[in-house]
């Protein structure tokens, strides 16, 4: 590679990643992000170095792997014994179940995962995602409910990471439209178009925890003015309305069960992981400054 700044789309090809795995990276310090034009760049020459510690990483795994399957005496590591996320993403919680869980009309294992598969790739189709001003891009999906993955652009990951004090990659947050709630098992009207549409599009910090994210994550920057009940003032509000529709992007991914989508999202956030998110998650610094300034906001 000649140029001594690379994109997202040239890095990941090069390096045999997906764009989303590669802004994770940047996310964790594993490269270093340059803004040039407000747009994202990264170094080329740390580039090789990268990509021949994640081909010897791949040489590593698939030799264990070789070695446990042809010694059947071998132990687990204790992360899968204990806690393990794929355990609970096929439907077998290492630990006692819930009311919640006890009282929730079951989806089968295999079901369960496939379905989360699917979801985790809809959500993670960056170049799906929609903006603001045209949303719903068709209208009869957006009827339905399901989840949504909210992602934002260069300078969005720039103010909202500076806020929270971590460099964000583009996919920021994810959550559901229309669950049955439980334990009460209390149904939903809610839609993907009632929940994106009305409150995270047009709604107030009150109206949404991603409204309330945003809002709070802008606060300073915007010098919003906040009144009783952590809802921002009509002037405030418009702010962070247009500020939303020119720097965040959102993709929908349809799921008609509401019985099971609370369960679904549960396992599709333990997979993405979205920095923004603060429920299902691994605590962080970055999170717990989002629940001050959250808490900030809402005083």
């Keep these: 590679m000649g140029e001594?700044?690379?994109?997202?789309d040239d890095a990941a090809a090069y390096l045999g990643v997906h764009r989303s795995t590669l802004t994770d990276w940047i996310a964790r310090g594993r490269l270093d992000r340059v803004l040039i034009g407000g747009r994202g760049y990264v170094?080329?020459?740390a580039l090789p170095a990268l990509k021949h510690k994640r081909l010897k990483s791949n040489h590593r795994r698939v030799s264990a792997n070789k070695e446990s399957a042809g010694n059947p005496q071998v132990e687990r590591p204790e992360s899968d014994q204990f806690g393990s996320a794929?355990?609970?993403?096929?439907?077998?919680?290492?630990?006692?179940?819930?009311?919640?869980?006890?009282?929730r009309p079951s989806m089968s294992s295999a079901n369960l995962s496939s379905e989360v598969s699917a979801l985790?790739?809809?959500?993670?189709?960056?170049e799906a995602a929609t903006r603001p001003a045209l949303f719903p891009v068709d209208p009869l999906q957006a009827a339905r409910p399901g989840m949504y993955s909210w992602w934002g652009d260069d300078e969005a990951c720039m103010v909202l990471g500076e806020a929270v004090g971590m460099a964000l990659p583009p996919l920021l947050y994810v959550g559901q439209a229309g669950a049955t709630?439980?334990?009460?098992?209390?149904?939903?009207?809610?839609?993907?178009?009632?929940?994106?549409?009305?409150q995270?599009?047009?709604?107030?910090?009150?109206?949404?925890?991603?409204?309330?994210?945003?809002?709070?994550?802008?606060?300073d920057r915007m010098s919003l003015?906040?009144?009783?009940?952590?809802?921002?003032?009509?002037a405030s509000n418009a702010q962070v309305s247009a500020w939303i529709a020119d720097h965040l992007r959102v993709v929908i991914a349809p799921f008609d069960d509401r019985d099971s989508l609370v369960k679904v999202e549960k396992s599709v956030v333990l997979q993405l992981d979205p920095p923004l998110n603060l429920e299902h998650c691994a605590p962080s610094q970055a999170r717990t400054r989002?629940?001050?300034?959250r808490g900030n906001l809402r005083r």
């Design 290 to 293: 989002l629940t001050q300034l």
């Design 120 to 126: 985790v790739h809809q959500l993670s189709r960056q």
């Design 43 to 45: 170094m080329a020459d």
């Design 200 to 219: 995270h599009i047009r709604g107030n910090a009150r109206s949404s925890t991603f409204r309330l994210t945003v809002s709070c994550l802008l606060a």
């Design 86 to 103: 794929a355990a609970e993403l096929a439907g077998r919680s290492p630990t006692r179940a819930t009311l919640e869980d006890q009282l």
């Design 181 to 198: 709630r439980w334990p009460s098992g209390k149904k939903s009207a809610a839609t993907l178009l009632s929940r994106i549409g009305t």
């Design 4 to 8: 001594t700044y690379v994109g997202y």
């Design 225 to 234: 003015v906040a009144v009783s009940g952590g809802k921002l003032d009509a």
